[in-house]
C-alpha cells in the first residue's frame, strides 16, 4: 500500500481555519485520497475524498496537489467537536474475486486540539 | 441516519474463553469489516466480508478469529481463546460497495474487549 505521512499533532483556535497536511508520495494513478477522522472514544467516521480535483462537502474541503503527492484537509471553521484524530488514507482496491474495495489503511494520523 | 450498531460496548472476559462480539450493520450494504484498536495504537485491519466469505484478512487474523452472518442483519466476530493481547477495541464497518474505490466505510462505536 501507498504510504501517507502527517503530522503527529496540530493546534487550532476556535472559528478559525484548520489546514492539516498529508503527503503521499508514492500514490498510484488509480488510489482515491479518502479522510477519515476519529473523535475521542468514538469509531472513525468518513470526512471527505478525492481523486485528482478539489473537493467540498458540508463538513470540510479537500485541496489536492497537482501532482497527486500531497494534500490539505480544510476545516473553515473549527469547532471544538473538531478535535479529533485525522487520518489521511489511499484507497487500494484489492482483486479477491475483484469483489473487494479494499480495507482501509489507518496510519497514526494527525491530533487536531482546538482551543476555545 | 441509519447507523451501525455494536453489542456489547464491553466485553470481559477471561483468558482462554469464546467471546463473540455483535454488529448489526447499515441494513443495505453489502460489505462488512472487522477493526481492532490496541490502546493507544492505530487502527488495524482485522477481515473483510462479502457475499457470505471472508474477500481479505489480515496478519492478524488467524485461526483463533472467525467472522459471520448468521442472518440477515447480524455480522459476528468469534475469538475462540482469548489472548492478553486481544485486548482491544474492536470496529465494526460497512459499506454499499456500489461505488468502488470512492465507496465510504461507516463505524460502529466499538466494542471495547478486556481479557484477563
Known amino acids: 500500500d501507498a504510504k501517507t505521512t502527517q503530522p503527529n499533532s496540530m493546534e487550532s483556535n476556535e472559528e478559525e481555519p484548520v489546514h492539516l497536511p498529508c503527503n503521499h508520495s508514492t500514490i498510484s494513478g488509480t488510489d482515491y485520497i479518502h479522510w477519515y477522522r476519529q473523535l475521542p472514544s468514538q469509531g472513525p467516521e468518513y470526512v471527505i475524498h478525492?481523486?485528482?480535483s478539489n473537493v467540498n462537502n458540508r463538513m470540510a474541503s479537500l485541496a489536492i496537489a497537482e501532482d497527486r503527492k500531497s494534500s490539505t484537509l480544510i476545516l473553515h471553521r473549527a469547532t471544538l467537536r473538531d478535535a479529533a484524530v485525522y487520518y489521511c488514507?489511499?484507497?487500494?482496491?484489492?482483486?479477491?474475486?475483484?469483489?473487494?474495495?479494499?480495507?482501509?489503511?489507518f496510519g497514526q494520523g494527525t491530533i487536531l486540539t482546538v482551543h476555545p | 441516519e441509519p447507523e451501525v450498531t455494536q453489542t456489547p460496548s464491553h466485553q470481559v472476559t477471561q483468558m482462554g474463553q469464546e467471546v463473540i462480539l455483535r454488529c448489526v450493520p447499515i441494513s443495505n450494504h453489502l460489505y462488512f469489516y472487522w477493526y481492532r484498536q490496541i490502546l493507544g495504537q492505530k487502527v488495524e485491519f482485522l477481515v473483510s466480508f462479502y457475499n457470505n466469505e471472508i474477500s481479505e484478512k489480515s496478519e492478524i487474523f488467524d485461526d483463533q478469529f472467525s467472522v459471520e452472518r448468521p442472518d440477515g442483519s447480524n455480522f459476528t466476530l468469534k475469538i475462540r481463546s482469548t489472548k492478553l493481547e486481544d485486548s482491544a477495541m474492536y470496529f465494526c464497518?460497512?459499506?454499499?460497495?456500489?461505488?468502488?474505490?470512492?465507496?465510504?466505510?461507516?463505524f460502529g462505536p466499538g466494542t471495547r474487549l478486556t481479557v484477563l
Open positions: 488514507i489511499l484507497r487500494a482496491i484489492t482483486n479477491a474475486g475483484g469483489t473487494s474495495y479494499g480495507k482501509l489503511t
Open positions: 464497518a460497512s459499506s454499499g460497495g456500489l461505488a468502488g474505490p470512492t465507496d465510504t466505510q461507516y
Open positions: 478525492g481523486l485528482t
